[in-house]
T-cell receptor, first 112, second 120 residues
Framework: AQKITQTQPGMFVQEKEAVTLDCTYD???????LFWYKQPSSGEMIFLIY??????QNATEGRYSLNFQKARKSANLVISASQLGDSAMYFC?????????FGTGTRLKVLA | GAGVSQSPRYKVTKRGQDVALRCDPI?????LYWYRQALGQGPEFLTY????????KSGLPNDRFSAERPEGSISTLTIQRTEQRDSAMYRC??????????????????FGPGTRLTVL
């Protein structure tokens, strides 16, 4: 079975600063994917970034990067140069054979 | 279509009524997932389809919940004899590739806007 833990229910960051959102996971699968999604107040789920378990390099997508530490089973999301529009709920997820297991989320507030 | 669509966007029903929630995945996407999301929580897996085959329904809470995808495209999640505890956001997601029975998926899922179900 898979499990995702997001220990930060809420985070604040100053505009233009970088912020790290924590995610640890547990899975018995050898091959798996790690995903981050953003959910703004409008409620949509927006895909941000993906990391495969066999990828040796950390994934990057624009201002988003995934700090993947396989031995520690962590997949932290780093947002650089935060913008006001980054204020949202962020969910980490791990893929299993059929299921995707999501964490409870971190609510990020960017301060002007 | 350009993205995953769901209908209705909002559904208010009385306890004991049946409801049917529809999902239209991205064209060509083989895999389709249903999730339930309570307020302030992450999506909770309900069921998964590979084309028209329901490969995993382990997340369905009880036998009042069922889902189908008869032609491998549009899917319907049906809740019979609704109860107040069924109130939640129901989300559908689709992904591109064919899933095998071994190993984990690395597909990116794209979510629909959800159906907000309220049972009075």
């Amino acid at each position: 079975a898979q499990k995702i833990t997001q220990t930060q229910p809420g985070m604040f960051v100053q505009e233009k600063e970088a912020v790290t959102l924590d995610c640890t996971y547990d899975t018995s699968d050898q091959s798996y994917g790690l995903f981050w999604y953003k959910q703004p107040s409008s409620g949509e789920m927006i895909f941000l970034i993906y990391q495969g378990s066999y990828d040796e390099q950390n994934a990057t997508e624009g201002r988003y990067s995934l700090n993947f530490q396989k031995a520690r089973k962590s997949a932290n999301l780093v947002i650089s140069a935060s913008q006001l529009g980054d204020s949202a709920m962020y969910f980490c997820a791990v893929s299993g054979t059929y299921k995707y297991i999501f964490g409870t989320g971190t609510r990020l507030k960017v301060l002007a | 279509g350009a993205g995953v669509s769901q209908s209705p966007r909002y559904k208010v029903t009385k306890r004991g009524q049946d409801v049917a929630l529809r999902c239209d995945p991205i064209s060509g996407h083989v895999s389709l997932y249903w999730y339930r999301q309570a307020l302030g929580q992450g999506p909770e897996f309900l069921t998964y389809f590979n084309y028209e085959a329901q490969q995993d329904k382990s997340g369905l809470p009880n036998d009042r919940f069922s889902a189908e995808r008869p032609e491998g495209s549009i899917s319907t999640l049906t809740i019979q004899r609704t109860e107040q505890r069924d109130s939640a956001m129901y989300r559908c997601a689709s992904s591109r590739s064919f899933r095998t029975s071994g190993g984990a998926s690395t597909d990116t899922q794209y979510f629909g806007p959800g159906t907000r179900l309220t049972v009075l």
